[in-house]
């Protein structure tokens, strides 16, 4: 019975279902819990969504791609994530199209010119990567990239950053900066 409804087309709400249960958990716990715990806690909880979300932006759990690509919009303005989920998205799929190329953003990076061993460690985080593309986003440099979209996202991100202050809840704002920035920071650039 298991093994045919994991065939089935109704599978997906796995995937659904997993990604609402920890986005409920996870705002539950950014406004009901101590900084002590949800900082931890909401880090394992924002990696587990996004590896969630990486199935989204490759398309799998809904049949129509635009779907899946408006769940991953979605998740990016809610999570405060300021269009850094639709950098991912762009250059981890260009990535896949270009493998091992010059075309593939990670041989991009891997191959630029080293400097200073401090400068180079600084710059090696997915944080300060997805930083320094935006420039090139914007000014039409990485044509994968949708500006469009990624204006998107960040306005969407500052519409959810709005509506927690309007809501007398500046506090889930900070939690959710410092827990992206951490999470971004360390444990998806340990990948």
Known sequence: MIEAFLKSRHAAWITH????ILTAVYFSLLTWAPIWLAFPTGVLIAH???VLLHDYLH???FRNYRTNHAVVGFYDGLLLMFATLEMFRATHLAHHRWLNTVGDPACEIANRQKTTRLRDTLAAPEVVQ???YFW??????????????VLLGAMLSTVTLGAW???GRPDVVWKMLAINLFTVGVPVSLR
Request: glycine residues 14%.
């Open 17 to 20: 279902g997993s990604l609402l």
């Open 48 to 50: 587990r969504i996004g």
């Open 59 to 61: 398309g799998i759990p």
């Open 130 to 132: 997805y930083l320094s």
């Open 136 to 149: 090139d986003v914007l000014t039409g440099h990485k044509p994968y990239v949708r500006r469009n979209r």
């Open 165 to 167: 202050c309007v809501s």
